[in-house]
């Protein structure tokens, strides 16, 4: 089945700067790619997504790449702020079971002042 | 719009007890899903519907049942709860334009089994 591989497990960066997350995935008929905040003691919210016909997507401060070649996805946010201290998931449709979602393990950003 | 609700919030069971999760949405979705989340795995596919009176096994299914007579609810049932089944268990809910899948979630429901 579809693996959804996200790195790192944990992030630590200083108010200001840039943080990255890298997702690979493994079905390669994968086409739709969204990106999850989870705030302490709530549910997962979507703040971006991309699909497979384009290479980058903007949103303020956060972006997506993808590379469907190298079957790899990145988040970019940039100018960190404390309240983007949370958990973020990448998830990639898999097509060949359903069109189900499967997530990746999950990147805790801390965003220190 | 309350968007996606799960009830209860916390629940705390005994090996071998049952019970029911309840997830209701209201905003015409047809699809919902439900996944469990535990440390360090991220979120995890139980069961989920494709439409009302449809229900289909997810990753990790055994143990758990699910039903959705009605097209804005979706339960998620443990007949015999586990210590295994401790777990963060959360409700999702979408609709579908042929190349998204973009999904809403709940705001969870903790479960401790002892």
């Known amino acids: 089945g579809e693996n959804v591989e996200q790195h790192p497990s944990t992030l630590s960066v200083q108010e200001g700067d840039s943080a990255v997350i890298k997702c690979t995935y493994s079905?390669?008929?994968?086409?739709?790619f969204p990106w999850y905040k989870q705030e302490l003691g709530k549910g997962p919210q979507l703040i971006i997504d991309?699909?497979?016909?384009?290479g980058e997507k903007k949103d303020q401060r956060i972006a997506v790449t993808l590379n469907k070649t190298a079957k790899h996805f990145s988040l970019h946010i940039t100018e960190t702020q404390p309240e983007d201290s949370a958990v973020y998931f990448c998830?990639?449709?898999?097509?060949?079971?359903?069109?189900?979602?499967?997530f990746g393990g999950g990147t805790r950003v801390l965003v220190k002042p | 719009n309350a968007g996606v609700t799960q009830t209860p919030k916390f629940r705390v069971l005994k090996t071998g007890q049952s019970m029911t999760l309840l997830c209701a949405q209201d905003?015409?979705?047809?699809?919902m899903y439900w996944y469990r989340q535990d440390p360090g795995m991220g979120l995890r596919l139980i069961h989920y519907?494709?439409?009302?009176?449809?229900?289909a096994k997810g990753e990790v299914p055994d143990g758990y049942n699910v039903s959705r007579l009605k097209k804005q609810n979706f339960l998620l049932g443990l007949e015999s709860a586990a210590p295994s089944q401790t777990s963060v268990y959360f409700c999702?809910?979408?609709?579908?334009?042929?190349?998204?899948?973009?999904?809403?979630f709940g705001p969870g429901t903790r479960l401790t089994v002892l």
């Open positions: 999702a809910s979408s609709y579908r334009d042929g190349h998204t899948d973009t999904q809403y």
């Open positions: 079905d390669s008929a994968s086409n739709y």
């Open positions: 991309i699909r497979s016909n384009v």
């Open positions: 998830a990639a449709i898999y097509r060949a079971a359903g069109n189900k979602l499967t």
């Open positions: 905003m015409n979705h047809e699809y």
């Open positions: 519907s494709v439409g009302e009176g449809t229900t």
